[in-house]
């Protein structure tokens, strides 16, 4: 089998790739340079934080991440000291001296080496406390009534899971690493401002703070490239990934049309995108590195300078070798010091790309949640006691609003008036369904739904992981309207598995497991995904989904195609099974056999036209 090669998406540089990519999102709004959008949402970032359930720990965590800075700090300032004491000592050649000296040497350097241990530990938990509090708000924002669904179907995000998951980790990780130098950078660079000063004079200081100006310029001037090629590596990451996961998913399906090699152009595609990308960024880079590894090594040659100054002049006149080698090792250790913390804030600059980018991602999966609610309906849902579906006037189009599918639609499904929808493939059945049952907004009209009372069966089951009981009462107990608990007991299990005809699923998961025991402990036996998948064939699957249903017993159940794996019999038992339940049906099928379940038939026309039609005038 000849599978064709993605020489396109591959031959094509990365400038060429997201150059449309770019456009759309500087269209939406998305902005990834440094400026104002970026410390917006930076801004909301740490409101985010300081609002979490844990402000408390993340602020003490900060400040004693401040705290413990400033005694490494004091213990770097004395190690920093040491060699110009042994430049005088050994000047000197002052043996009693140097031993006593040699253990001060080796105290104080187990104490920088534990500080510094103890810093990356401090650095690392509070990253941990950061990504708990930032992941749980995100949670609560994203999954939650219609907002992970617009969100995902309008498109406009890609790879939720991506942000959720690997950019709040490393946004959180990188804010965590460099908290504590940007916080404590204000403080070292007066006190060291200082001491130079008192060292060399005023221009010591001044060719240092020019010297931290230029590196400032240089470095900003190329840092918005960087950040848009992180934007677009941690994209291209996440589609890479959502394609492996896509072959592992589809496996059975991949090896039964031997797509093996279909699949395998398109993930070196998507890998290769993820390559090119990176290319990019790295030589984007390599000149933000040029800058800041410049300015980190030049710092030595000015400080030399900068004492050279006050020698020349004669202000150390008199002072002997052993005096002024001292002299010149301890101004050129607060000198360096003094550029290494600016040197230091430069070298943030770097990281502060990877937070711009990172922010961006994770900030504008909120705002496209924030648009989600601004355009939500403020109407209530019908009330309870008016138990009806009611369309009208609707216009149901794709969520772009690109195309209409069906127009001027009007229909009132009261309770046990069950309806079946009909229609030719791609006519828009299962888009009708969406907008009746509240799922997509209709773009023109009206739409009233008792959601409470509602519950929906897609054609492909959602299997969940957990214990047979925790299958069937999905999404889990819920409160009545008396303030009553629903549970799941043994007598509702084992009607329920036999109104559908899966009586014999507990003794097969028994065999399966090689467990045994009574019937309640068979079903809470929890078990992964993977082994429901296993064990479940897929009309079993859409079983497990109608069994739900039978325990819920809600007024309505909308049903797009959720039996197609079944036979004829199995289908017709199932429909039977909920129709003597009393829920009322709003179906979508191709099969006659399954009209005399329904009362009213709503046949999709081309053209956004439908015609509307009581079964008995068809049977």
Known sequence: MHTPAFQPLISQGPEDQYTQASDKCANNGYQYAVGL????????IFGVLQRSQTPRYIGLGCGALLVGKLCAEIVFYYAGRLPSEFYKVLGDKDVKAFFPLLLRCMAVVAAAGTSRAALDYGAAALGVMMRSALTTYTHRRYIRARAFYETVSRGTVDNPDQRITQDVERLASSIATILAELLIAPFLIVYY????????????????????????????????????????????????RFQEVRITEFA?????????????????????????????????????????????????????????????????????????????????????????????V?????????????????????????RVEDTEEQEEDAADDDM?????????????????????????????????????????????????????????????????????????????????????????QQRGDNGSVRVCGDADLARILSAVGLAQLVGRISSATGASGADHLAYD???????????????????????????????FAILDECTSALDAAAEASVYQALVDAGITLVSVSHRQSLFKYHHMRLDLLPQGQYALTPIQAIM
Request: net charge positive; proline share 5%; charged share 20%.
């Open 193 to 240: 401002t200082v001491r130079c000063w008192s060292m060399a004079g005023p221009l010591g200081p001044l060719a240092i703070y020019a010297y931290f100006v230029a590196g400032v310029l240089s470095t900003r001037a190329v840092m918005p490239p960087i950040i848009r090629s992180v934007y677009h590596q941690e994209r291209e990451e996440g589609n890479l």
């Open 37 to 44: 959008v970026m410390l917006r949402r930076l801004y909301r």
């Open 388 to 476: 009806r579906i009611v369309a009208e006037n609707v216009t149901v189009s794709t969520p772009s609003g690109e195309q209409v599918l069906v127009s001027a639609l009007t229909v009132d499904v009261a309770a046990g008036r069950s309806l079946i929808i009909t229609g030719a493939n791609g006519v828009g059945k299962t888009s009708v369904l969406r907008t009746l049952c509240g799922l997509w907004r209709p773009a023109a009209g009206s739409v009233r739904v008792p959601r409470r009372e509602l519950f929906f069966l897609p054609q492909t089951a959602y299997i969940v992981a957990g214990s047979l009981r925790e299958q069937l009462s999905y999404p889990g």
């Open 346 to 370: 430069i070298e943030q600059a770097k990281k502060l790309t990877d937070i711009a980018g990172y922010t961006a991602r994770i900030v504008q999966l909120w705002e496209e949640v924030d």
């Open 252 to 344: 059975e399906s991949i090896a039964f049309f031997a797509g093996e090699d279909r699949e395998r152009a398109a993930a070196d595609a998507a890998l290769g995108r993820v390559i090119g990308v990176q290319h990019v960024l790295l030589r984007r880079q390599f000149w933000l590195g040029l800058i800041t590894q410049v300015f980190s090594y030049l710092g030595a040659t000015v400080s030399y300078a900068i004492i050279a100054v006050p020698i020349f002049l004669g202000k150390y006149d008199g002072k002997t070798g052993s005096e002024l080698s001292s002299i010149v090792s301890m101004n050129a250790f607060v000198s360096m010091y003094l550029i290494y913390r600016f040197s230091v």
């Open 525 to 555: 036996r929890p078990y992964p995904v993977q082994f429901w998948l296993k064990v479940l064939s897929p009309g079993e699957q859409q079983k497990i989904s109608a069994a739900r249903v039978l325990f819920w017993r809600p007024r």
